[in-house]
């Protein structure tokens, strides 16, 4: 099937193949016969997901995001990274600028992945850093509320990006 507009094609698409690798995730949870050659890792599958759906069309055209701020989205439902050592500064984030953060924290692998007590993987924590002056943002997100981000985050590119 052909991309007759790009980045809202790849957001859509993205978006859905995140879905399709967690159905298989809870299938497999169930059916547990023959199937360890084709297992997945949803929160491989997320990482991967936040790439096609936060970093690579930022450099498309995501300049166009919207400026709402976090409060506001929050107010919508919207999970926000929860920010370490938050500043006046940081609290005045918009949806833009949040994006351009989890962007370069995921581009640079600025990513530590954290376990609950059995071991499986529960959540993230995203920083950026500057040469000679260290970690200028840092944020902790669970997997379940960053699996909500990206889905919102994918349909407001679907509805709202022009291209």
Not at 85 to 106: G, M
């Amino acid at each position: 099937m052909k991309y007759e507009k790009l980045i809202r094609d790849f957001a859509e698409r993205t978006g859905k193949n995140l879905v399709a690798i967690e159905k298989l995730t809870a299938t497999q949870a169930h059916e547990k016969k023959g199937l360890d050659d084709y297992k997945v890792f949803e929160t491989t599958q997320l990482i991967n997901s936040c790439l096609g759906l936060i970093a690579l069309p930022f450099e498309k055209g995501l300049k166009e995001i919207h400026t709402t701020s976090l409060e506001e989205l929050q107010a919508k439902g919207w999970p926000i990274p929860k920010l370490i050592n938050q500043t006046e500064k940081w609290r005045k984030l918009t949806l833009r600028q949040l994006i351009e953060y989890l962007r370069n924290a995921i581009l640079h692998f600025n990513i530590k992945f954290t376990h609950d007590e059995k071991d499986q993987i529960n959540g993230l924590k995203l920083w950026n850093e500057k040469k000679k002056v260290g970690k200028i943002w840092e944020s902790t997100i669970s997997e379940d509320e960053l699996r909500s981000f990206v889905k919102k985050f994918s349909d407001e590119i679907v509805q709202n990006l022009p291209e």
